[in-house]
T-cell receptor, first 116, second 113 residues
Framework: DSGVTQTPKHLITATGQRVTLRCSPR?????VYWYQQSLDQGLQFLIQ???????AKGNILERFSAQQFPDLHSELNLSSLELGDSALYFC???????????????FGSGTRLTVV | AQTVTQSQPEMSVQEAETVTLSCTYD???????LFWYKQPPSRQMILVIR??????QNATENRFSVNFQKAAKSFSLKISDSQLGDTAMYFC??????????FGKGTRLHILP
């Protein structure tokens, strides 16, 4: 157990629907990062939050949004889902922006989203 | 923009052999960090080894070591005495200070019995 908890582990939904992925960072970690991994591909950075504030954005679609709550857990919202959104979505956390560079990130086990 | 390139999509080696995975990166920054992550069939992302760019000494972690060539922007991973449990996807990753980690597309490594 890495200490980063992602729920649900698996999600199957239909095109056009909306889903919410949840991430609880490791205790003490202030930064949360979301990554998308499509089939047999590398990880694409979506968005970063630090202590409740958005700090960096990658190639995140407008249909996707995220937030980090006062208790530091984060949610990634995916709407108007398309078949191409099927992927493994990872959440990772680090103590802070500086510490992330030293220790790397701690990853959750991911949420596998299947859009049918 | 920073990029990470892994030129070997897939590799296979016999158990107990040594294997080297290649990685090159491109950046104009001078202060950065490099990582190798392992993703076994369970899909969990596991940090294998990390290297600070300002350190000339190559990092080692048990059977895992890196060959960091800063001028050539090369960061290869060597796995010695490979084991069946080393079978996984390996991602090279790069990070400048206070920024996000950028991953390569990965090398799928098969350790054969």
């Amino acid at each position: 157990d890495s200490g980063v908890t992602q729920t649900p582990k698996h999600l199957i939904t239909a095109t056009g629907q909306r889903v919410t992925l949840r991430c609880s960072p490791r205790s003490g970690d202030l930064s949360v990062y979301w990554y998308q991994q499509s089939l047999d591909q590398g990880l694409q950075f979506l968005i970063q939050y630090y202590n409740g504030e958005e700090r960096a954005k990658g190639n995140i679609l407008e249909r996707f949004s995220a937030q980090q709550f006062p208790d530091l857990h984060s949610e990634l919202n995916l709407s108007s889902l398309e078949l191409g959104d099927s992927a493994l979505y990872f959440c990772a956390s680090s103590v802070g922006r500086a510490q992330g560079t030293i220790y790397g990130y701690t990853f959750g086990s991911g949420t596998r989203l299947t859009v049918v | 923009a920073q990029t990470v390139t892994q030129s070997q999509p897939e590799m296979s080696v016999q158990e107990a052999e040594t294997v080297t995975l290649s990685c090159t990166y491109d950046t104009s920054e001078n202060n950065y960090y490099l990582f190798w992550y392992k993703q076994p069939p369970s899909r969990q992302m596991i940090l294998v080894i990390r290297q600070e760019a300002y350190k000339q000494q190559n990092a080692t972690e048990n059977r895992f070591s890196v060959n960091f060539q800063k001028a050539a922007k090369s960061f290869s991973l060597k796995i010695s005495d490979s084991q069946l449990g080393d079978t996984a996807m390996y991602f090279c990753a790069f990070m400048i200070v206070k920024d996000k980690i950028i991953f390569g597309k990965g090398t799928r490594l098969h350790i054969l019995p």
